[in-house]
């Protein structure tokens, strides 16, 4: 059973979702907004989106239905919403090691998931920023929409239940671990081509070769090959 709550305008998906799992008894709670005032990303990071542009989604799942590493339930939801742009644009959407979505060498979606006890059970909180139908993004050099990135005009509100549909379908068909990283790897971004990195505020080129079932990504460098966890190493791109 899943519920879908929709919010006119809301600070964080991913922190007002509690509200909504108090009184619930679903396996799939979602709570979306197209208008998210303080959007937050990975390690603290803020996610930034124009109102009426973009999709705050957050989806609430009770760890117990999945016998997968954190590491591992990070990757295969990307590869979810990785598959469902790639079906919906047509295009080769990568993904962005360890869960940024990229389309056409630009941000299109940040993904934060959590882990929050709410109501004594034990919760997966989904969260995702999708850019749709915003143009201007500032001094984000980096960053783009299904708009900029393919031409195309989407309904937000058919978007949203069109995705929720899709990953949670997905959601309830886990495929083996080694599945997991196969399809991770074959969608990484940049993955065996030379790319420029910052390490230790040096910049040097190297080539990604692969993530692994926990959670580093292997990068040949200049010196040899050497693994990463998020944020110990930047790619410029």
């Known amino acids: 059973m899943s519920q879908l709550f929709?919010?006119?305008?809301?600070?964080?998906?991913?922190?007002?979702?509690?509200?909504?799992?108090?009184?619930?008894?679903?396996?799939?709670?979602?709570?979306?907004?197209?208008?998210?005032?303080?959007?937050?990303?990975?390690?603290?990071?803020?996610?930034?989106?124009t109102a009426e542009k973009n999709l705050?989604?957050?989806?609430?799942?009770?760890?117990?239905?999945?016998?997968?590493?954190?590491?591992?339930?990070?990757?295969?939801?990307?590869?979810?919403?990785?598959?469902?742009?790639?079906?919906?644009?047509?295009?080769?959407v990568k993904i962005k090691w360890p869960n940024d979505i990229i389309l056409?060498?630009?941000?299109?979606?940040?993904?934060?998931?959590?882990?929050?006890?709410?109501?004594?059970?034990?919760y997966f909180i989904i969260g995702a920023g999708f850019n749709i139908l915003q143009e201007d993004f500032d001094e984000i050099s980096n960053a783009g929409s299904l708009l900029t990135q393919t031409g195309r005009h989407f309904d937000l509100e058919e978007f949203?239940?069109?995705?929720?549909?899709?990953?949670?379908?997905?959601?309830?068909?886990?495929?083996?671990?080694?599945?997991?990283?196969?399809?991770?790897?074959?969608?990484?971004?940049?993955?065996?081509?030379i790319s420029v990195f910052e390490l230790d505020k040096t910049r040097q080129n190297g080539i990604i070769r692969y993530a692994d079932e926990k959670g580093e990504l292997w990068i040949e460098l200049e010196d040899g090959i050497c693994s990463f966890y998020h944020k110990e190493i930047k790619l410029f791109y």
Not at 35 to 46: C, D, F
């Open 6 to 49: 929709y919010l006119k305008e809301c600070s964080s998906t991913n922190d007002e979702i509690s509200k909504f799992l108090l009184y619930e008894n679903s396996d799939f709670v979602t709570l979306y907004t197209f208008n998210q005032t303080k959007g937050r990303g990975q390690y603290g990071n803020t996610w930034s989106s």
């Open 160 to 193: 949203t239940l069109n995705l929720n549909d899709f990953l949670i379908k997905r959601l309830q068909n886990i495929p083996s671990e080694e599945e997991i990283m196969r399809l991770f790897n074959a969608h990484l971004f940049r993955k065996d081509e």
């Open 104 to 122: 056409k060498n630009k941000k299109i979606v940040g993904i934060l998931i959590e882990k929050k006890k709410i109501n004594q059970n034990n």
């Open 56 to 92: 705050a989604y957050t989806l609430a799942v009770k760890t117990e239905h999945f016998m997968l590493s954190d590491f591992m339930f990070n990757y295969y939801t990307a590869i979810v919403i990785r598959d469902y742009l790639a079906n919906l644009t047509e295009n080769d």
